[in-house]
């Protein structure tokens, strides 16, 4: 039973004709002008409210000459871009202390290829100290104006994700960008699944402008119920009465180092490391929906996407072999779900009237996902129709059919072609549904895999929420909760003009 609209198997979601974002601008004011050298040649430079300018210098024609070249190109430099200036100095090995000023170096972001980011410098160069302290104020004083930038961050470092590979990326890759920057950071090493969620319910966060997690999207979605669980808490909300939620009070923010990274892929277009930071340190905020899983009455979680069927069976296969690498155990748990491939005997009640529309039938697996989640196995993302902030999430259901036509829906994952193109795929845009099984999820049993369970017990049903396992004993009820969260980064419609892609590294 949920609540939306059917949409088309193939169709994408249409997009409303964007607004032109570019008003009548006004002539920008000029705050400074000099003349630097820049990439070895002289400039007339000119440092404006929104973007620093600049030309090269042209040599004056001796006596009787004729000027046949035309005026040099400006260049310039979207201030917005900038996120560090120093001044640059020569030192001497042989007189500490007795450094020469050779100008001024901005440390900028620049678009390196398709929705990646990449860290740069740009030199000012000039001797004068007097000229270059007034240049060097005038940037900081340009860059303490952009208030969304975060001046201090609480890092959330999970070891064990991927090839247990975070701690490298951190301190290697991150730290040093965010130091650059001026932001302070204070760094706790997560110990066990679940520390992130008690260490955000304790500590002080007061005197910190966002979290930042280093992991895996099971890393991200555990710092983003915390956050919004420590919210309700200090909202006084019941947790009973759901419809009623406050959002986050501080923005989250994620560096990608799992194996999937899927909300790296939705929210950057890449899982670049590099990326991630910038958008971090240049307070790129993006407010995005977040759905609740409840049951009876009572929040089970929240997360941004989920799977019921074979999609949580698997993970309940793969949960069990945590020894074998991420990529082998997932393998693994795929060949093995698809082995024991059954009919499932649930059903969703039937209920036409008011506001509700209903399916039931039996299902090899139902989706629901509130963002794209392009990744590496899925190129064009698992729901290419969705965005994170639209108010909508996408609701697919894949119902019975013959094995080798559920593997080519599976395969066509990790092609271009559209893997909903099939006659048993059906796609809706909802904005809450409620699954109800009649029976156990595609035959699944803890006893059949050997012994028991210790993640899903015998009468549960296995979900994948945001690659978590989660299980319940009944109807499962799922709400879309607009913009309920800030998170740090851009977003694919902006990047890349609503084509949902990923870059795979």
Same mark, same amino acid.
């Not at 706790?188 to 969620?197: D, F, K, P, Q, S």
């Not at 649930?346 to 392009?374: K, V, Y």
């Not at 299980?471 to 913009?483: D, K, N, Q, T």
């Given at each position: ?59 004056? +024609?001796? !006596? ?16 917005? /871009? ?19 000023? +050779? ?11 398709? #929705?990646?980011?990449? @860290? ?23 860059? /303490? ?64 402008? &966002?979290?930042?997690?280093?992991? &895996? ?6 710092? !983003? ?35 999937? #990274? ?28 977040? =759905? ?39 393998? *693994? ?36 996902? !509130?963002? %794209? ?5 899925? %190129? ?7 965005? +994170? ?16 036509? *559920? ?15 099939? %006659? ?17 999820? #595609? ?6 895999? &050997? ?9 549960? *049903? %296995?979900?994948?929420?945001?690659? @978590? ?14 913009? +309920? ?12 003009? =609503?084509?949902? !892609?990923?870059?795979?590294?």
């Amino acid at each position: 039973m949920f609540r939306g609209r059917r949409r088309s198997r193939v169709g994408a979601l249409e997009e409303a004709p964007p607004e032109n974002p570019k008003a009548a601008a006004e002539p920008e004011r000029v705050l400074l002008r000099g003349i630097f050298e820049i990439r070895r040649e002289s400039c007339d430079v000119a440092l404006g409210e929104r973007a620093l300018r600049w030309r090269r210098i042209q040599p004056e +024609l001796p !006596a009787g000459g004729t000027r046949h070249d035309l005026l040099s190109k400006e260049e310039s430099l979207e201030l917005e /871009d900038i996120f560090s200036v120093k001044l640059k100095r020569r030192c001497w090995a042989k007189h500490p202390g007795r450094d020469t000023l +050779l100008g001024i170096t901005l440390f900028i972001c620049l678009k390196e290829q398709r #929705n990646k980011l990449k @860290d740069s410098t740009l030199d000012l160069i000039n001797f004068s100290e007097d000229h270059c302290d007034i240049w060097f104020r005038q940037f900081k004083k340009i860059l /303490d104006g952009f208030t969304s930038r975060p001046k201090a961050l609480k890092i959330l470092l999970n070891p064990q994700s991927h090839r247990k590979e975070s701690v490298h990326v951190y301190y290697e890759k991150v730290e040093p960008l965010l130091k650059l920057a001026g932001i302070e950071t204070d760094v706790t090493i997560t110990e066990y699944e679940g520390h992130a969620l008690s260490l955000l319910d304790e500590c002080e966060l007061r005197g910190f402008d &966002g979290v930042v997690c280093v992991g &895996g999207d099971g890393s991200a979605s555990e710092a !983003a119920r915390a956050l919004l669980l420590r919210a309700q808490k200090n909202a006084g909300v019941e947790m009973d009465c759901i419809p009623t939620l406050v959002g986050a009070e501080l923005p989250l923010g994620f560096i990608p180092a799992g194996s999937t #990274n899927a909300l790296a892929h939705s929210l950057f277009g890449t899982p670049h490391v590099v990326t991630a930071t910038m958008h971090i340190i240049l307070g790129h905020i993006r407010s995005v929906d977040v =759905c609740t899983f409840s049951s009876a009455g009572k929040l089970l979680c929240f997360g941004f996407s989920a799977m019921f069927g074979f999609g949580g069976r698997t993970l309940a296969l793969a949960e069990k072999y945590r020894w074998m690498s991420p990529s082998q155990r997932r393998d *693994f748990a795929i060949i093995k779900a698809l082995a024991k491939l059954k009919k499932s005997q649930r059903s969703a009640e039937s209920d036409c009237g008011g506001h509700w529309q209903t399916i039931q039938g039996q299902f090899l697996n139902i989706s629901i996902m !509130a963002m %794209p989640c392009p990744c590496s196995m899925a %190129p064009r993302g698992f729901t290419p129709d969705t965005r +994170l902030h639209n108010g909508s999430m996408a609701l697919r259901v894949v119902r019975n059919t013959t094995r080798s036509e *559920f593997v080519k829906h599976l395969k066509r994952h990790s092609s271009v072609k559209n893997q909903f193109n099939f %006659p048993f795929v059906e796609t809706y845009i909802i904005e809450e549904v409620k699954i109800h099984p009649k029976s156990n999820s #595609n035959g699944y049993s803890p006893q059949e895999e &050997g012994g028991n369970h210790t993640t899903a017990s015998e009468h549960g *049903f %296995p979900w994948n929420v945001d690659g @978590d396992l989660m299980e319940a004993a009944s109807e499962v009820h799922i709400r879309l909760h607009p913009r +309920l969260i800030r998170l740090y980064g851009g977003s694919l419609e902006e990047m890349n003009d =609503c084509k949902v !892609a990923c870059d795979c590294i």
